[in-house]
């Protein structure tokens, strides 16, 4: 039998045959560590009943790990060049489809009606583009679509952010964000060897176990992130003197401080000390009070 397509070898031989140039554009960088491999997909929890959507096969190197394990596979990639490697290297797995498009463009409803009618359940698995992680993952996260898990190789730096806690310089409006639909797990850092060609960061493997329902009671759903942007304006400054200039830019500060009180959240505090519970119950008073 042949070598995997992620090994070095076959992932160079692959790169000759076809005379295939890598678009630094599009975030080209292919997985060839083996050990890195098998923690991506043990940390997906993959079985026969088991759809994957994959984001960006590539030459289809974490696609053959995936096809091996899960029920069906259907890898979404942008790059048409990659159509006859595809074709020619997955030719083996028959539980996998791929779609020419891209991901942020595709309609995933359909996508999933269409592709995982018979599996019980769906992880996306990918090692993402860096130009394009957060669009990607905020659109799979705010579609609320029937995911069980998102597992995704990111740039080390925005995993760390993903997964921060109240406090830290790391914890931002992108925390909240991911925190509010799943529940992020750093599964490992990897280094640039791992890659070919090397990209110019670090990256990290992010687990994000997608939750059933949000972790706290929001009555606004877009005014709720709208107050969370809102008081990381301007990151040094205090919620007070954010949300002011926000919503308050004409007023004195009675009313903001009287709202805040009633949230019991004190105004000298800044955004990125307040919890999930403390922005969900800010977003509730300053509703309730009709902003
Ligand atoms: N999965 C392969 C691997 O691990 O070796 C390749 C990963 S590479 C980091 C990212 C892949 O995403 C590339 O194949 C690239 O062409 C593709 N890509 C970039 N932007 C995309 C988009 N908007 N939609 C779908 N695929 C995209």
């Known amino acids: 039998g042949k070598e995997d397509i992620s090994s070095p070898r076959r992932t160079k031989e692959i790169i000759q045959r076809y005379k295939f140039s890598f678009k630094k554009s599009l975030g ?3 997985l060839i560590d083996q050990n890195v491999l098998d923690q991506i997909v043990d940390a997906a929890e993959l079985n026969e009943g088991t759809g994957v959507l994959e984001i960006g096969p590539g030459i289809g190197s974490l696609t053959e790990r995936l096809a091996r394990v899960a029920g069906a596979v259907t890898a979404v990639e942008i790059d048409r060049r990659l159509v006859p490697i595809l074709r020619d290297v997955l030719s083996p797995y028959p539980n996998v489809k791929v779609r020419i498009d891209d991901v942020l463009k595709v309609n995933l409803q359909e996508l999933f009606t269409e ?3 018979s599996v019980d359940k769906v992880s996306v698995v990918a090692n993402l583009p860096y130009y394009v992680t957060t669009p990607i993952l905020m659109k799979l996260l705010e579609e609320k679509l029937p995911l069980d898990n998102i597992v995704v190789m990111i740039q080390k730096e925005v995993a760390e952010r993903m997964a921060a806690s109240p406090g830290g310089k790391e914890y931002g409006s992108l925390s909240i964000a991911v925190q509010y639909y799943s529940d992020p797990e ?5 280094p640039r060897t791992a890659f070919i060609p090397e990209p110019n960061v670090d990256s990290a493997v992010i687990r994000l176990k997608v ?3 949000p972790p706290v009671e929001v009555a606004d759903e877009k005014h709720f992130f709208e107050v969370v942007h809102a008081c990381f304006t301007q990151r040094r400054k205090t919620i007070a003197n954010n949300l002011k200039a926000r919503y308050f830019p004409e007023e004195g500060r009675e009313r903001l401080e009287a709202l805040l009180a009633e949230a019991e959240i004190e105004p000298s505090r800044r955004g990125e000390t307040l919890s999930l519970e403390e922005y969900a119950r800010l977003s ?4 309730a009070a009709g902003i």
């Open 115 to 117: 592709d995982f009618a």
């Open 211 to 213: 939750r059933e329902r």
């Open 284 to 287: 509730t008073v300053l509703l």
């Open 28 to 30: 080209q960088n292919f």
């Open 186 to 190: 750093l599964v490992c850092i990897v």
